[in-house]
């Protein structure tokens, strides 16, 4: 196989792998660091589409907002076994679990 195939296969072994999160276990330094890379992705995604300046000058955004909502899925699909299964989700994760529950657990001992 030539070296030329490889940018051909990315779209199509990367859709593969969004898929497999939904069915392996994956540990949760990993799953920070797909968290950094969607958010990454997603800003990038946002500056590129505020600064084109014809439609045509990134016609591949349908396509590639369908792959980035995959993984987005993927991802939540991933934390939220972390979190059923270990009670720990890595800490990406951690701050958007902490600020909710905080008022509770405040409003909860005030009551007592």
Known sequence: MR???FPK??????????????????PAPVLDVLIVINIIGAILVLMTTMFAKKPLDFSVFPS????????RLGINVASTRLVLG?????????????????AVSSSDSSSS
């Open 3 to 5: 070296l030329s195939a």
């Open 9 to 26: 296969l990315a779209v199509p072994l990367g859709v593969v792998f969004i898929a497999m999160l939904l069915v392996v276990p994956i």
């Open 64 to 71: 590639l907002l369908l792959v980035m909502t995959l993984l």
């Open 86 to 102: 270990n009670g720990y989700a890595g800490r990406s994760s951690e701050p958007s679990g902490r600020s909710p529950w905080a």
